[in-house]
């Protein structure tokens, strides 16, 4: 069946969001609420080059990361480029920091050819809430969205490496678009990552789908000599569909 670019280019930017597909929420007695220690890696630019395979063919791209983390604040603001068709994806996170760590406040999305969506951390009344849909669910602490997860577990490890070896499991409940539900990181172990024109030693962590969901695989590299940034991010699809996002440069602002 022939699929269009433009749908194409729907299914990259949807992959590229960290871990897109939608699982049914977790029971509430399963949100975790846990302080751990934690230290932010210093504000940079990144930059990363995209290569995907969508329905069977290759697509190429780019994505700038900013990360800025300064006087109890964080923001982390994504763009994703494909060529021909521009930016395809851009989302933000911005919030506090506090006890847990990162604590958002606000989770942007605006996807290629669709309506931006805002999900709010509303911490006056303890609850999140989202533009699309009535769910809504309790704040606990430590809550995470799909931006900022990335850079509370390199906050995370930065603090405590010697407790993100192989094996190890770490639980957080994240918000989307819609929904949050519980997502469960395992550390796999260290592997050479290529970035630019060397290579790094990186900390290699798998989120897998739940055993009951169609989800996407999410495999995520951290590298403990660049600060703990995220060097590399894969989402593999059950039909053999994937993004590889790896990181080109990074310049410490």
Same mark, same amino acid.
């Given at each position: 069946?022939?699929?269009?670019?433009?749908?194409?280019?729907?299914?990259?930017?949807?992959?590229?969001?960290?871990?897109?597909?939608?699982?049914?929420?977790?029971?509430?007695?399963?949100?975790?609420?846990?302080?751990?220690?934690?230290?932010?890696?210093?504000?940079?630019?990144?930059?990363?080059?995209?290569?995907?395979?969508?329905?069977?063919?290759?697509?190429?791209?780019?994505?700038?990361?900013?990360?800025?983390?300064?006087?109890?604040?964080?923001?982390?603001?994504?763009?994703?480029?494909?060529?021909?068709?521009?930016?395809?994806?851009?989302? &933000?996170?911005?919030?506090?920091?506090?006890?847990?760590?990162?604590?958002?406040?606000?989770?942007?999305?605006?996807?290629?050819?669709?309506?931006?969506?805002?999900?709010?951390?509303?911490?006056?009344?303890?609850?999140?809430?989202?533009?699309?849909?009535?769910?809504?669910?309790?704040?606990?602490?430590?809550?995470?969205?799909?931006?900022?997860?990335?850079?509370?577990?390199?906050?995370?490890?930065?603090?405590?490496?010697?407790?993100?070896?192989?094996?190890?499991?770490?639980?957080?409940?994240?918000?989307? &678009?819609?929904?949050?539900?519980?997502?469960?990181?395992?550390?796999?172990?260290?592997?050479?990552?290529?970035?630019?024109?060397?290579?790094?030693?990186?900390?290699?962590?798998?989120?897998?789908?739940?055993?009951?969901?169609?989800?996407?695989?999410?495999?995520?590299?951290?590298?403990?000599?660049?600060?703990?940034?995220?060097? &590399?991010?894969?989402?593999?699809?059950?039909?053999?569909?994937?993004?590889?996002?790896?990181?080109?440069?990074?310049?410490?602002?």
């Amino acid at each position: 069946m022939h699929t269009s670019p433009t749908a194409r280019l729907l299914a990259l930017s949807a992959a590229i969001l960290f871990s897109c597909a939608a699982h049914a929420a977790a029971p509430d007695a399963e949100h975790p609420s846990v302080k751990r220690p934690y230290s932010l890696p210093p504000s940079a630019d990144l930059t990363y080059t995209i290569k995907a395979k969508q329905h069977g063919l290759s697509i190429g791209g780019t994505a700038t990361v900013q990360w800025r983390a300064a006087d109890g604040k964080y923001m982390v603001a994504t763009e994703s480029r494909a060529a021909l068709f521009g930016k395809i994806l851009e989302n &933000r996170s911005e919030g506090l920091v506090d006890d847990y760590g990162l604590a958002p406040a606000t989770f942007y999305e605006k996807r290629f050819r669709k309506d931006p969506s805002n999900t709010v951390f509303k911490r006056d009344v303890k609850t999140i809430t989202f533009s699309e849909g009535d769910e809504s669910y309790p704040l606990k602490g430590g809550e995470q969205d799909r931006t900022s997860i990335q850079w509370q577990l390199a906050a995370q490890a930065r603090a405590t490496p010697d407790k993100f070896k192989p094996g190890s499991e770490w639980h957080y409940f994240v918000a989307g &678009r819609r929904d949050a539900e519980v997502w469960s990181f395992k550390v796999m172990k260290s592997e050479l990552v290529q970035v630019g024109a060397g290579e790094v030693n990186a900390v290699h962590l798998v989120k897998a789908p739940p055993p009951d969901a169609q989800g996407q695989q999410v495999d995520l590299w951290l590298a403990p000599s660049m600060d703990w940034y995220p060097v &590399r991010v894969r989402f593999n699809d059950n039909d053999g569909d994937f993004v590889d996002q790896t990181l080109e440069k990074a310049v410490k602002k």
